[in-house]
Antibody, heavy 121, light 110 residues
Framework: QVHLVQSGSELKKPGASVKVSCKASGYTFTNYAMNWVRQAPGQGLEWMGWINTNTRNPTYAQGFTGRLVFSLDTSVSTAYLQISSLKAEDTAVYYC??????????????WGQGTTVTVSS | QSALTQPPSASGSPGQSVTISCTGTSSDVGGYDFVSWYQQHPGKAPKLMIYEVSKRPSGVSDRFSGSKSGNTASLTVSGLQAEDEADYYCSSYAGSNSLTFGGGTKLTVL
């Protein structure tokens, strides 16, 4: 069975950094793209970008470049999202999402359970 | 502001059909057949319901169907059931290696 299990909730101060992990199981990790999506409290979904798990090449959505880093540890089938210089408006639930086989934009097929990041002084 | 426009709410009685629209431009919805729909219950992760405009992933009820005309995509839920009450989001490939979401529609089963 395919699963994405994310790390636990985080409470950070403004200006700090956070690293969220996403461990995949039940499939060949490098055969599928990994996307990151966030959802601020009471708001809609926002695509943050994706990483090619084969080439390790990341693509960041407009508005996110500069503060985000997508990374991988393929030896343990885990993807990471790091956000630096956190602001209050980064408070959200962050999801890792596996794409469908083929193009990452065919559909966001398998979702992690979400990681809540709260930024507050 | 979301790139794709969805009505904030929709409703229907059990057994009825309801259609949710998702309007974009020729640079996203109208330009590619990569529209997908997601269902999200409160406090849960979203679930893929439709991909590539009208295809259903394995395990998704055939009461859910998708279509597209020009720059507007639609999700139709037929034979409404109480468990269909949720938020629904559309998404489209928007070119230049990017995805965009709609603002979401809250579906209420009366």
């Amino acid at each position: 069975q395919v699963h994405l299990v994310q790390s636990g909730s985080e409470l950070k101060k403004p200006g700090a950094s956070v690293k969220v992990s996403c461990k995949a199981s039940g499939y060949t990790f490098t055969n599928y793209a990994m996307n990151w999506v966030r959802q601020a409290p009471g708001q809609g979904l926002e695509w943050m970008g994706w990483i090619n798990t084969n080439t390790r090449n990341p693509t960041y959505a407009q508005g996110f470049t500069g503060r985000l880093v997508f990374s991988l540890d393929t030896s343990v089938s885990t993807a990471y999202l790091q956000i630096s210089s956190l602001k209050a408006e980064d408070t959200a639930v962050y999801y890792c999402v596996r794409g469908m086989l083929g193009y990452y934009y065919k559909g966001l097929e398998v979702w992690g359970q979400g990681t809540t990041v709260t930024v507050s002084s | 502001q979301s790139a794709l426009t969805q009505p904030p709410s929709a409703s229907g009685s059990p057994g009825q059909s309801v259609t949710i629209s998702c309007t974009g431009t020729s640079s996203d919805v109208g330009g590619y057949d990569f529209v997908s729909w997601y269902q999200q219950h409160p406090g849960k992760a979203p679930k893929l319901m439709i991909y590539e405009v009208s295809k259903r992933p394995s395990g998704v009820s055939d009461r859910f169907s998708g279509s597209k005309s020009g720059n507007t995509a639609s999700l139709t839920v037929s034979g409404l059931q109480a468990e269909d009450e949720a938020d629904y989001y559309c998404s489209s490939y928007a070119g230049s290696n990017s995805l965009t979401f709609g603002g979401g529609t809250k579906l209420t089963v009366l």
